[in-house]
């Protein structure tokens, strides 16, 4: 039973950072998954914090493609999420069993994945672990994204000096690189991960982690095409998109690329979609390549280390004579005497580090989750003091009881030593400032030292608040929030500048009014035949009565005045169908009957047949009267 409440049925699986167990609610009756994190890593609170955002996270999202959280909590020194059961298989079991996928099961894997990690976009985070081990896929067909325990808000980028977590063969060129994570190191992941759908294989494999983040650094991802011909251009137009190495090229964030997915598959026949690739098992590799973990940067190629393949033992001594005269004492060698010595130099040493280590020493009780009292209470049992008490916010440890010790537990002391100890007040709650009129990026500085996180920005036009400040947040300012929140920001387009009709006037009139307004006015490279005379506007980039943010760029097209057509011959037709025929060819008609007419036939028309006119000019045909 852990927490009194979740009973363990089974271990599913383990990772580098946590153990997943399959567990029955006792107290609601279901079946769901708890992620425990490992004992000796609950007492880091950087790994503590990055569970707790997890749980926070997911929670948020409330996706049908995202492994739901229902609660989180700590029982001595387990931390753990309660999370939903999902009864299949991963993306990597599949790839495993099958190899390559047919193009059809690959996008209907890969576009709920999108989904789920757009919604995620959307509510300001980046998963940053995307990979086939983080796709369940449940025995009733459903597919969602699991473990968010790196996940990070858009905005809060993290920019290390010396490592960066990930998985080696999923990480980004600028997660490598500069350590930063946005939207579009998961749109790389996702673009790896259908690569190796399509394939049954990674894009970059090495013998060393080291060498496959060179060639991310260094290397396209190759088509997928190339490893399986016959694949549609599209699918490899849609993974070199998804990979392109500078994040700038890549679509912004996964809704983009699910967009994209869409249109890939729409261009693709049932046969295209259906193909069966080659029969392939994808590669067992489970080195270190598909774990997450704390990775050194920047990254070197490194050069094989050259091993003996046997001890290098120093030469023999010289064999002693075959005789020696009776009773005569040789000497010890020099190095025989060396030897002896070293034999009892390591031997006293030996009995001095035990002496050291296991006399002396006393290894800290581990304290987690302990009161205060049940803590002093071991540290005095166990021979060591106290040096002192900090007492910290944490959504971790309930209020009261220990959340960390200095020396950690499981280090070794003097056995007269002391002991820090640190009390949970609980969990800290955060108080929105009110950022109403400041800068963006001032006010996002604002949010980050109150121990919030900016989450998306959008636009919206104001009367009185500055372009480029900001107009309102949600939550609004003064609402109270957990740490690590993201707050939302609508920032003002300043205000909005109704946009005059400047078609068929000359360009520099048009631009002259424009620019009055606040409006900045380009002009297109080619000018276009229009009805408008030559050098007047034909066309404008924002329409007439469009409202638009001052600084906004109007494209004005210039007309090079109308074409030049042939005017058809109509004389001898009956009137409609004169009508019908000029208008075809591009001109208008105007009819004129005499007062007094009995005929419907065309008897002259005001251009001859032949000649040319202006596209639009009208053309007057006129029947017989009496």
Request: glycine share 10%; charged share 20%.
């Amino acid at each position: 039973m852990l927490d009194g409440r979740y009973r363990i049925d089974a271990r599913i699986a383990a990772g580098g950072m946590a153990t997943v167990y399959r567990a029955v609610d006792t107290r609601l009756d279901r079946v769901l998954a708890l992620k425990v994190m490992h004992p000796a890593l609950a007492a880091d609170a950087a790994f503590v914090d990055r569970f707790i955002r997890e749980a926070k996270s997911v929670a948020r999202l409330a996706h049908p493609n995202v492994v739901a959280v229902f609660d989180q909590g700590t029982d001595g020194p387990y931390v753990y999420l309660a999370m939903e059961y999902v009864s299949g298989c991963t993306l990597r079991d599949v790839l495993r069993e099958r190899g390559a996928l047919q193009p059809r099961a690959a996008l209907d894997i890969l576009e709920p994945v999108l989904a789920a990690l757009g919604a995620a976009h959307r509510a300001g985070f980046v998963h940053r672990d995307m990979k086939p081990e983080n796709v369940l896929i449940g025995d009733d067909g459903r597919v969602k994204v699991a473990d968010f325990g790196l996940v990070r808000s858009v905005d809060s980028v993290t920019n290390t000096t010396g490592s960066v977590l990930g998985t080696v063969s999923y990480l980004a060129p600028e997660q490598i690189e500069n350590g930063v994570a946005d939207t579009r190191v998961d749109v790389y992941a996702c673009g790896v991960v259908l690569y190796e759908m399509l394939t049954g294989s990674k894009p970059h494999l090495g013998g060393t982690p080291a060498q496959v983040l060179y060639q991310h650094l260094h290397e396209d991802v190759p088509p997928p095409s190339a490893a399986v011909p016959g694949l549609p251009a599209g699918l490899d137009e849609l993974v070199a998109h998804a990979t392109a190495r500078n994040p700038e090229l890549r679509p912004y964030d996964a809704a983009s690329l699910f967009g994209l997915a869409r249109e890939a598959r729409a261009l693709l026949s049932d046969a295209e979609l259906d193909a069966v690739p080659p029969l392939a098992r994808a590669e067992e590799r489970s080195s270190a390549e598909d774990r997450t973990g704390v990775i050194p940067r920047p990254v070197a190629v490194q050069q094989p280390v050259q091993h003996t393949s046997r001890l290098e033992m120093p030469p023999a001594p010289p064999a002693p004579p075959a005789h020696r005269p009776a009773g005569a004492a040789r000497r010890p060698s020099r190095g025989v005497l060396l030897l002896v010595a070293g034999v009892l130099l390591a031997l006293g040493l030996g009995v001095g580090v035990w002496y050291i280590n296991s006399g002396q020493f006393t290894k800290v009780p581990n304290l987690l989750g302990k009161t205060e009292a049940q803590a002093r209470s071991q540290l005095s049992a166990a021979g060591l003091g106290v040096k002192g008490v900090d007492r910290k916010f944490s959504d971790a440890f309930d209020r009261g009881t220990v959340m960390n010790t200095d020396p950690p537990g499981g280090r070794r002391i003097r056995g007269n030593g002391a002991v820090t100890i640190t009390i949970s007040r609980g969990p800290e709650v955060v108080a929105v400032p009110n950022l109403k009129g400041r800068p963006l990026e001032e006010a996002k500085a604002e949010l980050t030292r109150s121990g919030l996180a900016p989450g998306i920005v959008t636009q919206a036009f104001s009367q009185d608040v500055a372009q480029g400040s900001v107009i309102s947040t949600n939550p609004p300012g003064g609402e109270k929030r957990a740490p690590d929140t993201a707050v939302a920001l609508v920032v003002s387009k300043g205000r909005p500048v109704p946009v005059p009709s400047v078609t068929g006037i000359p360009v520099d009139q048009a631009k002259a009014s424009l620019e009055a307004l606040g409006l900045k006015v380009a002009t297109a490279p080619e000018e276009v035949n229009a009805p408008s005379a030559a050098g007047t506007v034909a066309n404008q980039s924002i329409g007439a009565g469009t409202q638009a943010a001052a600084g906004d760029t109007v494209t004005l097209t210039v007309s090079k005045g109308p074409r030049q057509l042939p005017v058809p011959g109509v004389t001898g037709q009956e009137v409609d169908a004169a009508r019908k025929a000029l208008e075809a060819a591009g001109f208008k008609v105007k009819v004129d009957r005499p007062l007094i007419s009995f005929s419907n036939t065309v008897d002259t028309q005001s251009v001859p047949a032949g000649q040319s006119a202006p596209e639009g000019t009208t053309i007057t045909i006129r029947t017989k009267g009496l």
